[in-house]
Structure formats: structure tokens, C-alpha cells
């Protein structure tokens, strides 16, 4: 079975420092993994994806995730914090591209 | 292009009522598919559907909960004589094909508040 296990329910950077969001995975097959933002009172937005091409992937708004096989790892990352980017990310994995799986969520709190 | 649709967005029922929240997919898209999101965690797999067929409902509650999507129209996901455990938010996403090089697209949601 597939989990996703994201530590840190709650983040707290100040504007312009590194962004870093943890997550970990589970799965007996090589899985594919993806990033989503939710903001307030709206549905989730895709950031990025992991489709077992490059290790390093770039998604929108400057984010990047790198799959880390040996960690079971796909930690998401932005170099300098925005206001805009205060919201709820989640982490899932999918086997086959249609159910997903998704972790508990890590709220993302910017201050200036 | 309209993205995915859902109503209503805001929805409140008392204990014993239906509900039945609706969702129009991308123009376009065939698949369609349901989360529920509970306070605090993170959203959870219902229902997955083709037009007129549920193709992986490994996710519903064997009670109570029904989905569809006709041939025309908008999916409906239906709770019958709901609990106050089923509050929570549902979101539907559309894609255009199955696998991983269609991606899903999320609609707003649905909150339901059971009193």
C-alpha cells in the first residue's frame, strides 16, 4: 500500500528565507509523486510532479522537489519566501496517474 | 475554459437528510474523481468514474454513499441520511484521460456541515 507522510503540520519562514517541506513516501513500486497548493477556500492547484525522469523537478511559482529513491523522500523547496505563498501544500503519490494518495497537508505560514 | 464546477459550495443538512453535491468537469473531460477532505487531514480518495461507469470505488463507505456520471450532466456524489461525521469538505477533479500524463484538475469544493 501507498502512504505519504509529511512532518510539520506547520511551517513558519520569514519573506525572503528558504522555503523547505518535508515528505516521505511509501511504496512498494516506484511511485509518482506531486506537490499541490491549496489556498484558502479553494480547490488544489498542481505545482509539480515526479514522473521518474529527472530526479529534480521544477513546478511553478519557483518551487522545485527533488526524488531521493535511497531517502524515500520528495521534500519540496523554494530558495526565498514570498507572502503569496502562504497556503496548505500536500504531498501524494500514485501508482497508475489516477488515484491519489495524499498526505496530511503542511500549512505554510510567511511573515514579513 | 472553465475549469471544474461544483455546487453548491456551501452546503448544510440536518442529521437524517440527503445530500447531493454535483460537480461539472472540465469541457471536455470523461473522468472524473471524488475526495473527501475531513478537519485537519489531509483529502482521502472516494470514487473514481467514467461517463456512466465507476471504474474504482475502493474509497466509499459501503453505506450511505452513491456516485455517478450520466452520460449528460454533471457527476453527483449523493449522501444518504447523513451523520454529523460526514461534515467535511469534498472536492472533485477532472482529467482528460487516465494515467499520469493527464493531470487532475480540482474544483473549489463542496463543505458540507451536518447539524
Known amino acids: 500500500a501507498q502512504s505519504v507522510t509529511q512532518l510539520g503540520s506547520h511551517v513558519s519562514v520569514s519573506e525572503g528565507a528558504l522555503v523547505l517541506l518535508r515528505c516521505n513516501y511509501s511504496?512498494?513500486?516506484?511511485?509518482?509523486l506531486f506537490w499541490y497548493v491549496q489556498y484558502p477556500n479553494q480547490g488544489l492547484q498542481l505545482l509539480l510532479k515526479?514522473?521518474?525522469?529527472?530526479?529534480l523537478v521544477k513546478g511553478i511559482n519557483g518551487f522545485e522537489a527533488e526524488f531521493k529513491k535511497s531517502e524515500t523522500s520528495f521534500h519540496l523547496t523554494k530558495p526565498s519566501a514570498h507572502m503569496s505563498d502562504a497556503a496548505e501544500y500536500f504531498c501524494?503519490?500514485?501508482?497508475?496517474?489516477?488515484?491519489?494518495?495524499f498526505g496530511a497537508g503542511t500549512i505554510l505560514r510567511v511573515k514579513s | 475554459n472553465a475549469g471544474v464546477m461544483q455546487n453548491p459550495r456551501h452546503l448544510v443538512r440536518r442529521r437524517g437528510q440527503e445530500a447531493r453535491l454535483r460537480c461539472s468537469p472540465v469541457?471536455?473531460?470523461?473522468?472524473v474523481y471524488w475526495y473527501r477532505q475531513l478537519p485537519e487531514e489531509g483529502l482521502k480518495f472516494m470514487v473514481y468514474?467514467?461517463?456512466?461507469?465507476?471504474?474504482?470505488e475502493s474509497g466509499m463507505p459501503k453505506e450511505r454513499f452513491s456516485a455517478e456520471f450520466p452520460k449528460e450532466g454533471p457527476s453527483i456524489l449523493r449522501i444518504q441520511q447523513v451523520v454529523r461525521g460526514d461534515s467535511a469538505a469534498y472536492f472533485c477533479?477532472?482529467?482528460?484521460?487516465?494515467?499520469?500524463?493527464?493531470?487532475?484538475?480540482f474544483g473549489p469544493g463542496t463543505r458540507l456541515t451536518v447539524t
Open positions: 477533479a477532472s482529467s482528460e484521460g487516465q494515467g499520469l500524463s493527464y493531470e487532475q484538475y
Open positions: 511504496s512498494s513500486v516506484p511511485p509518482y
Open positions: 515526479y514522473t521518474s525522469a529527472a530526479t
Open positions: 501524494a503519490v500514485s501508482r497508475h496517474g489516477n488515484k491519489l494518495v
Open positions: 469541457k471536455g473531460h470523461s473522468h
Open positions: 468514474l467514467q461517463k456512466e461507469n465507476i471504474i474504482d
